[in-house]
C-alpha cells in the first residue's frame, strides 16, 4: 500500500515532499501505498517546480502507534513525538495522524493512494519476506523466514491516512485519490486519465518497455533484484497480476502449498481482517467514468 504526495514548496521554506504513483503500475503493485503531488510552487532557481515522493504508507509512521497495535496500549508508556518541519513553529497532530509528521506539513500534499487486493498484496510481501535479500539487508536477517510483522499485515495505516486528509479537504475535492492496482494494470485509460490530475505529462506515459539485459541485473544489489523482479522478467502490462474475481477459499490450496499449514492459516486471517478497510478504500477509487 503506498502513498504519493505532491507537495509545496517555496524558496528557503524548507523541504515539502510529494509522494508519486508507484513506478511498478503494471507488473503487480507491492504493498499499499500513499502518494502526494506538491501544490504550484517556486524552487531554488525561481521556477516553477513540483517535488513527487512515493513511499509505503506505513514508512510514514510514528514507531509509538506501531508498538501501541503490536504491543498492547500498557506496553507503550511513553507519549509519541514528531518530527521537526521547517517552517512549522507550533507543530500538532490530530487524531487520524498516526505518522511521525505534524498535521501542518501533511496538509501540504494532495495525496494519491494506491491500493491492492489483500489476497495478491499479502503473499507477495510474505514472500519478500522469506527471500535472501543480500548484505544490503543484513539488518533483516534476524526476521527472514518468519512471515509479516503484525503492523505490517493490515491496511489500518493507509486507511486511517486517507481518513486524515479526507476530513479536512473540502467534500468537492477530488483529493485524495485512490487507485486500485487492478484497475491501474487493466486500464490504460485510467492512467492517463489520473496523469494530467497529478500535474504528470500523459504523453510520457509507458506501457511497453525493453526488459533489462540480464548482464545489468547482475550489477544491482540482491535487495533490488527481488524487489524488481516481475517488471524486469516483462515487457508490457501484466495483466495477470490482477486480482481479479479472486477467491479466498481457492486460493488457500495455494497458500498451504507455498506457504505451508501456519503461513496458509496466517495468510487468511490476514486477508480476511483486512477486507473491510481495502473495500471501503475501493469504493472511493478514481474510476474511468
Known amino acids: 500500500m503506498t502513498c504519493?504526495?505532491?507537495?509545496?514548496?517555496?524558496?528557503?521554506?524548507g523541504t515539502a515532499w510529494r509522494s508519486a504513483p508507484s513506478s511498478r503500475p503494471c507488473c503487480g503493485v507491492p504493498a499499499s501505498r500513499c502518494s502526494a503531488p506538491a501544490r504550484e510552487s517556486r524552487g531554488l532557481r525561481g521556477t516553477r517546480q513540483?517535488?513527487?515522493?512515493?513511499?509505503?504508507a506505513i514508512m510514514l509512521n510514528d514507531p509509538f502507534f506501531e508498538s501501541k497495535y503490536t504491543y498492547g496500549d500498557d506496553a507503550v508508556p511513553s507519549e509519541p513525538g514528531l518530527l521537526v518541519a521547517h517552517g512549522v513553529k507550533h507543530p500538532t497532530r490530530s487524531?487520524?495522524?498516526?505518522?511521525?509528521?505534524?498535521?501542518?506539513?501533511?496538509?501540504?500534499?494532495?495525496?494519491?493512494?494506491?491500493?491492492?487486493?489483500?489476497?495478491m498484496m499479502l503473499p507477495s510481501l510474505y514472500r519478500t519476506t522469506l527471500a535472501d535479500?543480500?548484505?544490503?539487508?543484513?539488518?533483516?536477517?534476524?526476521?527472514?523466514g518468519k512471515g509479516p510483522l503484525k503492523h505490517?499485515?493490515?491496511?489500518?495505516?493507509?486507511?486511517?491516512?486517507?481518513?486524515?486528509?479526507?476530513?479536512?479537504?473540502?467534500?468537492?475535492?477530488?483529493?485524495?485519490?485512490?487507485?486500485?492496482?487492478?484497475?491501474?494494470?487493466?486500464?490504460?485509460?485510467?492512467?492517463?486519465?489520473?496523469?494530467?490530475?497529478?500535474?504528470?505529462?500523459?504523453?510520457?506515459l509507458r506501457f511497453s518497455w525493453e526488459m533489462v539485459p540480464n548482464e545489468k541485473i547482475k550489477t544491482i544489489s540482491k535487495a533490488h533484484q527481488v524487489m524488481t523482479s516481475s517488471?524486469?522478467?516483462s515487457s508490457k502490462t501484466d495483466t495477470s497480476k490482477a486480482a481479479g474475481a479472486i477467491d479466498i477459499d481457492t486460493e488457500n490450496t495455494k497458500w498451504r502449498a507455498e506457504f505451508g499449514e501456519e503461513g496458509c492459516r496466517n495468510l487468511e486471517q490476514w486477508v480476511r481482517d483486512m477486507m473491510p478497510d481495502y473495500l471501503a478504500m475501493h469504493s472511493k477509487r478514481l474510476r474511468l467514468n
Open 133 to 144: 535479500l543480500g548484505p544490503d539487508a543484513e539488518r533483516l536477517k534476524a526476521r527472514q
Open 50 to 56: 513540483r517535488l513527487y515522493v512515493k513511499e509505503h
Open 95 to 119: 487524531s487520524l495522524n498516526l505518522t511521525s509528521l505534524p498535521d501542518e506539513f501533511l496538509k501540504i500534499w494532495h495525496p494519491t493512494f494506491l491500493i491492492r487486493h489483500p489476497a
Open 4 to 13: 504519493t504526495a505532491r507537495l509545496s514548496r517555496r524558496a528557503g521554506a
Open 231 to 233: 517488471i524486469r522478467a
Open 152 to 204: 505490517e499485515a493490515t491496511m489500518k495505516w493507509i486507511r486511517t491516512l486517507y481518513e486524515f486528509f479526507a476530513a479536512y479537504l473540502p467534500k468537492d475535492s477530488m483529493w485524495p485519490i485512490v487507485l486500485d492496482a487492478d484497475d491501474i494494470m487493466k486500464t490504460p485509460e485510467l492512467v492517463t486519465k489520473y496523469a494530467p490530475l497529478a500535474d504528470l505529462d500523459p504523453a510520457k
